[in-house]
């Protein structure tokens, strides 16, 4: 067995596809320590800098104060406790859904709600680029599974058509992002509406990386877009913008009422802990604030800021408006990549590479994120790093 295990470490270490972990004693910002060094963090999902925001912290701590750590129990024994409750009101409001359910973690809510939308026999059309999430709860509901290329309406109602020959009354689920995780870029929500709908089919959207960043007041692509009332089930995270940690789902009282009875990784799971809920709602109200909404305006100048300074590339093209906190810097070989982060690291910079299996097999690269809490110099500093590096290629 041991063999087996050096065997294949081994063969990963050859790929240049071995991971590690890096151990960071300070608390999440646009800077942290590593070891003994200082490093600017360009790869935090906490574009708004609220992981570590007084408001969170103090929300957080009132909650253990009040509410003791753990929840004890499961959702469904006696794990709800108030600020689940409050915290699935203030979602659903935020939102503009009759309802929300919250779950440990954005992996647990998809892994708990397609599963509960589709089974044996029916439907799952997803988009090539989805998150593992996603991918694992559509394998794990058992559904007959179909990937489109990213972003290929026209091959998604194909899959529409064959769905519709061939299985014609059973359930079809369309599953994609509004935000790209590791691309950035957006998904055609109006398209994908138009066919959903063509086809009768469901659409579950999830908006991890769209939260916080995108619409009024955060409310993510299809707040913005205005097509909220067409995606029936909205999927997020608490723990990338609102800086605390769980997933939910919002949508209609029916779909939450279902989820509750028949979400696996909800029903039998503990209840995330009362005082992370308390800290999500601080979130939540933040972003509905006028200070929130300055907040990912700020964000916007930096991402705007970053857009002009990072080199021309594939996917930091000029001639399009940024679209998300997120630049791709794509490599494609394995160990290059990690090269560049390193050289990267040795400037001051942590953007550790990222390699299969979050990306194909050829595509690593360096993913760049950049929050409102990075000042311009670290920014600057960060391109012109990013420029030499990429002059040497
Ligand atoms: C697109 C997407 N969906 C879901 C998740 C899972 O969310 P969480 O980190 O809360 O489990 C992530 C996080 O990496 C993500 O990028």
């Known amino acids: 067995?041991?063999?087996?295990?050096?065997?294949?470490?081994?063969?990963?270490?050859?790929?240049?596809?071995?991971?590690?972990?890096?151990?960071?004693?300070?608390?999440?910002?646009?800077?942290?320590?590593?070891?003994?060094?200082?490093?600017?963090?360009?790869?935090?999902?906490?574009?708004?800098?609220?992981?570590?925001?007084?408001?969170?912290?103090?929300?957080?701590?009132?909650?253990?104060?009040?509410?003791?750590?753990?929840?004890?129990?499961?959702?469904?024994?006696?794990?709800?406790?108030?600020?689940?409750?409050?915290?699935?009101?203030?979602?659903?409001k935020w939102k503009g859904t009759e309802a929300a359910l919250c779950f440990s973690s954005g992996y647990a809510a998809a892994l708990g709600a397609i599963p509960a939308l589709v089974t044996k026999n029916d439907v799952v059309l997803l988009d090539k680029l989805c998150h593992a999430s996603l991918i694992d709860g559509a394998k794990l509901s058992g559904a007959i599974l179909r990937v489109f290329p990213h972003n290929n309406v026209r091959k998604l109602e194909s899959h529409l058509e064959w769905t519709r020959r061939e299985h014609a009354g059973k359930r079809v689920l369309i599953v994609t992002e509004s935000v790209f995780s590791m691309d950035g870029d957006h998904a055609p929500l109006r398209e994908l509406i138009e066919l959903k709908k063509q086809f009768d089919a469901l659409l579950m959207l999830d908006e991890a990386h769209a939260v916080g960043v995108i619409g009024p007041h955060g409310r993510g692509l299809a707040a913005a877009e205005k097509l909220s009332d067409d995606v029936d089930i909205q999927m997020g995270t608490l723990s990338k913008a609102l800086g605390a940690s769980g997933g939910y789902i919002c949508g209609s009282n029916d779909l939450i009422e279902w989820l509750i009875n028949r979400a696996r990784?909800?029903?039998?799971?503990?209840?995330?802990?009362?005082?992370?809920?308390?800290?999500?709602?601080?979130?939540?109200?933040?972003?509905?604030?006028?200070?929130?909404?300055?907040?990912?305006?700020?964000?916007?100048?930096?991402?705007?800021?970053?857009?002009?300074?990072?080199?021309?590339?594939?996917?930091?093209?000029?001639?399009?408006?940024?679209?998300?906190?997120?630049?791709p810097w794509i490599v494609g070989d394995e160990q290059a990549a990690l090269d560049l982060a390193s050289a990267l690291q040795s400037e001051g910079f942590f953007v550790p590479a990222i390699r299969y299996p979050t990306v194909a097999k050829g595509a690593a690269r360096l993913r760049i994120t950049v929050t409102a809490a990075h000042d311009e110099d670290q920014i600057r500093a960060l391109c012109d790093a990013i420029q030499r590096l990429s002059a040497n290629l």
């Open 1 to 92: 067995m041991e063999d087996l295990f050096v065997a294949q470490l081994k063969a990963l270490r050859a790929a240049a596809l071995d991971r590690h972990l890096f151990e960071i004693s300070s608390s999440q910002g646009p800077e942290i320590q590593i070891v003994a060094r200082r490093l600017i963090n360009f790869s935090s999902n906490d574009y708004l800098g609220l992981a570590n925001d007084p408001r969170l912290r103090g929300a957080a701590i009132s909650g253990i104060n009040k509410f003791g750590v753990g929840a004890g129990a499961s959702r469904l024994i006696s794990g709800t406790q108030s600020p689940h409750a409050r915290l699935e009101r203030a979602l659903a």
């Open 265 to 327: 990784s909800f029903i039998f799971s503990t209840a995330p802990p009362p005082a992370i809920a308390a800290a999500a709602i601080a979130a939540v109200n933040f972003l509905s604030s006028s200070e929130g909404e300055e907040r990912r305006l700020l964000l916007w100048e930096k991402i705007r800021l970053m857009h002009e300074l990072l080199p021309a590339s594939d996917l930091n093209r000029k001639s399009n408006a940024a679209s998300s906190a997120i630049f």
